[in-house]
């Protein structure tokens, strides 16, 4: 597909249709997620692909409860749509003793590379930050206390339309030095 409009297509989905995700296809955007660029080559992303109803309505639930305890609609809004997608990819720092600049910016490409790539396979995603309250219990969860918790992903087939790009314009954005 061309780029662009791969671009255009990818937007942040709430709501999906209970329809599973192939295991052909996680597996692809995770061959594509690897492919991007890291500082030095540290490459110093792991994953945790959570398809177990159980615990992905563990994790819904932690993030609704802090919702509820800190009148944060944002996070119920986002634990809404962990319940709802079929499938929650969470990405981890496995650099410890490193959260530099470099190393988060590593991660971020990353995880464009599986938004875009889950775009072209016509599954929809959701970059999910606010699972970060929760991060130590995410960890614990998930039996990766020995890493660091850098944000969650959901994938599944929207139940929603593409959303209309609200964007600045990149004149007013760019100073050009010819
Ligand atoms: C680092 C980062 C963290 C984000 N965290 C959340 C989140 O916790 N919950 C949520 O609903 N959306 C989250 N988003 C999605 C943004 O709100 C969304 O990308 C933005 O509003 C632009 O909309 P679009 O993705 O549809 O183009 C996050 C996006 C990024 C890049």
Same mark, same amino acid.
């Given at each position: ?18 329809? $599973? ?7 692809? @955007? ?9 500082? =030095? ?13 159980? *615990? ?7 993030? =609704? ?22 499938? *929650? ?5 496995? @650099? ?10 590593? @991660? ?17 995603? *959701? ?7 929760? $991060?130590?219990? #995410? ?13 969650? #992903?959901?994938?599944?087939?929207? =139940?929603?339309?593409?959303? $209309? ?14």
């Amino acid at each position: 597909m061309n780029i662009t409009k791969l671009f255009n297509l990818r937007f942040s989905c709430q709501s999906y249709k209970q329809l $599973e995700v192939k295991d052909e296809d996680i597996e692809k @955007i995770l061959n594509d997620a690897v492919l991007a660029p890291s500082t =030095n080559n540290r490459q110093p992303w792991t994953f945790a692909v959570i398809k177990n109803i159980e *615990l992905k309505n563990k994790i819904a639930s932690m993030l =609704n409860d802090k919702g509820n305890e800190q009148s944060n609609k944002a996070f119920i809004k986002t634990a809404n749509a962990i319940k709802e997608a079929p499938t *929650l990819i969470c990405v981890f720092n496995k @650099i410890v003793n490193d959260e530099s600049i470099s190393i988060i910016q590593s @991660i971020g490409a990353c995880i464009e590379n599986m938004l875009l790539s889950a775009t072209e396979l016509g599954l929809s995603s *959701l970059w999910i930050r606010a699972t970060s309250c929760i $991060e130590k219990e #995410i960890e614990q969860l998930l039996d990766k206390e020995d890493e660091h918790l850098m944000a969650c #992903i959901t994938l599944g087939y929207a =139940n929603e339309l593409v959303h $209309e790009k609200n964007r600045h314009n990149v004149k007013s954005l760019t100073k050009w030095y010819r």
